[in-house]
């Protein structure tokens, strides 16, 4: 097995792990991995792809196939940060959505999927971004897939951060862009790509995420926007994460540090805050229907059922009227940063994701099913898509938890350190 390079975690490559595999004609590498899993459930609780039965909320009841039974758990690893899944609001307007549309469109935008309900959207997420024009694809996936292959020609570089989300890097690998990696958050890195680029015939685009998946950090667009602009690149922000979340209004991470009107290209997903599946782009009126015409994700694919789009503009209606379940999800936020730094944790994240790395002597595959067993539910993230050292869990916060549901957690957090022989003060003191 390669020893793998921690490029971020959510770009992480099975492939990688299972070079053998690779060899391997398609039915005995089935086998083969069928039984690395049996293996890995047999010697170890190996807690992963659980069937939730109900809604997707801070509680959720989880089946298990074997005993044919469920239990309940308090749910820490969904990215529904406003916990829109479940809104009274937002559910009467997809059920009069689908009386007045129906439930889907059966084909893509440019022919017979797109209907008053999409363009609504598109016109309220350009306000929400401050941009000309939006388009919206079938998935936040397919959007940097389709926004890479479309916008990219052969004289042009892309740098991006090394921690970019694995849909970038798939828009790279299929446009084979000529594409550099920099250092996570690493503006002189950065500078140096930019330098090094500055003659190209091309255009230069530095590609960044306003929040991070697996660490809850920010881009530091404050200085990397300027830095940009200097070199005259085009700067193409995801922001998965922000959007809903980050910001006065809730409307990303280029609100949080004030420069909406300098990225030129915003791209987001509907699958995080906004609870559903879908993804768009924002930018001036003349990209976006390039993109319309040459983003083949787009292009190719259908439309967004209505009752989806219909979710997010009740979603963002929400976001406007009722500012509290904002103001609930960052309360919450500094009410668990606040526990764990009490039990000894240095956390510093303004976003929902919280990461606990967990100590080298810990085995994550053990805790993960203590923290399973208690009815928390919350997502171990192990080597090899992190290295042994970078392990962790990975907690994401939503506006409907209360605060007894972080006493909760944090509690159990102290539990399984404890049970698992791990004293956090000391992991950070020594770091
Ligand atoms: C930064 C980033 N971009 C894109 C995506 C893909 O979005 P979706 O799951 O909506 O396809 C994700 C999903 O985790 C992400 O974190």
């Not at 916990?83 to 935008?109: C, E, M, N, Q, S």
């Not at 994460?241 to 809730?250: A, K, R």
């Not at 599946?277 to 967004?304: D, K, P, Q, T």
Request: aromatic share 10%; charged share 25%; hydrophobic share 40%.
């Amino acid at each position: 097995m390669k020893s793998q390079e921690y490029t971020g975690g959510e770009n992480f490559d099975l492939h990688d792990m299972l070079q053998l595999g690779r060899e391997l004609r398609l039915h005995e590498r089935a086998r083969f991995f069928t039984q690395f899993i049996d293996d890995l459930n047999t010697n170890n609780k190996f807690v992963y792809r659980r069937c939730i039965d109900g809604e997707m909320e801070r509680e959720v009841t989880v089946m298990s196939e074997e005993s044919n039974t469920s239990k309940s758990f308090l749910m820490f690893g969904s990215n529904n940060y406003l916990g829109l899944t479940g809104h009274p609001y937002v559910k009467a307007r997809v059920k009069a959505a689908i009386d007045k549309y129906g439930i889907g469109v059966g084909g893509p935008p440019l022919l017979n999927g797109y209907t008053t309900l999409h363009r609504e959207l598109e016109k309220r997420i350009s306000a929400f971004k401050g941009r000309e024009d939006t388009l919206i694809f079938s998935s936040g996936y397919s959007t940097n897939v389709g926004l890479l292959t479309a916008i990219y020609n052969k004289q042009d570089v892309v740098l991006y951060d090394k921690y970019s989300h694995a849909s970038l890097i798939d828009g790279l690998r299929m446009c084979k862009a000529a594409a550099f990696p920099f250092n996570h958050n690493d503006l002189i890195d950065l500078e140096r790509l930019l330098e090094e680029n500055q003659n190209s015939k091309g255009n230069v685009y530095v590609a960044v995420e306003g929040v991070y998946s697996m660490d809850g950090d920010l881009a530091r667009l404050d200085e990397i926007v300027p830095l940009c602009k200097r070199y005259g690149a085009v700067i193409m922000l995801d922001d998965a994460h922000g959007t809903g979340v980050l910001g006065e209004h809730g409307r990303g991470t280029a609100e949080y540090f004030g420069v909406q009107d300098d990225v030129d290209i915003i791209v987001g997903t509907f699958s995080k805050a906004f609870g559903v599946v879908g993804g768009f782009i924002s930018a001036s009126e003349e990209i976006v229907n390039y993109l319309r015409f040459f983003a083949r994700s787009y292009m190719f694919s259908a439309s967004l059922p209505p009752p989806v789009v219909a979710a997010v503009l009740a979603g963002i209606d929400v976001l406007e009227n009722e500012p509290e379940l904002h103001n609930a999800l960052h309360n919450n936020i500094a009410y668990a940063k606040q526990l764990l730094c009490e039990i000894g944790f240095n956390i510093t994240t303004v976003t929902p994701i919280i990461a606990l790395i967990v100590p080298e002597t810990m085995d994550i595959r053990k805790a993960a099913y203590q923290f399973h067993k208690k009815g928390i539910f919350i997502n171990a993230i192990e080597y090899p898509a992190v290295p042994v050292h970078l392990q962790r869990f990975r907690i994401s916060l939503m506006a409907t938890h209360t605060r007894s549901d972080i006493e909760t957690l944090i509690g159990y957090v102290d539990d399984v350190w404890r049970t698992c022989g791990c004293s956090i003060r000391e992991m950070h003191i020594e770091s």
